[in-house]
């Protein structure tokens, strides 16, 4: 089965610096690529995905990239405000059926 | 956008006893939803797949038994934790599909059990 690995587990920024999380995964049929944020208490809410015939999606302060070849995709957070503090999962898919969570990074941005 | 209801927020119960977790999806039909656990500071485990109108796919080691699942709609899916143990103690979540949806996949906000 499909096996997703995130980095790092704890990421703390100052506040306007940017963020990066990375993940990999295993299987080559994977074709959708979600990032979750989940403050504590809530459910997950997705914030950004991306899907294997696009390389890089942006929206506002975030964008995603995808390398397929190399079977990795990261999370691109800018201009981090203290809102943005949480923890992020990455999850892969295929044909958005099954999803395979990343084991989550906690982001914490100092004021 | 897709709104998925999940109730109750938060359940204490008592050892022995059985919880059920409602999972519904308010403005569309979900012909397919999932259910989560959480540990603490970990990932989403999926448990078990729940199909409207059939038996539920559970994950290889979760017992169907303990962790009953029923989708009897389109609208609502059912988790019901039976006898249950101090280490069923968990963060449950659920998630359904809206096919029309920019983003297919909405979680509901979760539930905290715990067992005394």
């Known amino acids: 089965g499909e096996n997703v690995e995130q980095h790092p587990s704890t990421l703390s920024v100052q ?9 990999t995964y295993s299987d080559s049929a994977s074709n959708y690529f979600p990032w979750y944020k989940q403050e504590l208490g809530k459910g997950p809410q997705l914030i950004i995905d991306i899907r294997s015939n ?8 975030i964008a995603v990239t995808l390398n397929k070849t190399a079977k990795h995709f ?4 800018t201009e981090t405000q203290p809102e943005d503090s949480a923890v992020y999962f990455c999850a892969a898919s295929t044909s958005g059926n099954q999803f395979y969570f990343g084991t989550g990074t906690s982001l914490t941005v100092i004021p | ?42 990932s989403l485990m999926l448990m078990a797949t729940s199909n409207e109108g059939s038996k539920a796919t559970y994950e290889q080691g979760v017992e169907k038994d303990k962790f009953l699942i029923n989708h009897a709609s389109l609208t609502l899916s059912t988790l019901t ?25 909405t979680f ?3 539930t905290r059990l715990t067992v005394v």
């Open chain 1, 74 to 77: 990261s999370l691109h957070i």
């Open chain 1, 15 to 23: 506040e306007g610096d940017s963020a990066v999380i990375k993940c």
């Open chain 2, 81 to 105: 934790v039976t006898s249950a143990h101090p280490e069923d103690s968990s963060f449950y979540i659920c998630s359904a599909r809206d096919q029309g949806a920019r983003y297919g996949y």
């Open chain 2, 108 to 110: 509901g906000s979760g």
């Open chain 2, 1 to 42: 956008g897709a709104v998925v209801s999940q109730h109750p927020s938060r359940v204490i119960c008592k050892s022995g006893t059985s919880v059920k977790i409602e999972c519904r999806s308010l403005d569309f039909q979900a012909t397919t939803m999932f259910w989560y656990r959480q540990f603490p500071k970990k």
């Open chain 1, 54 to 61: 696009v390389g890089e999606k942006k929206d506002q302060r």
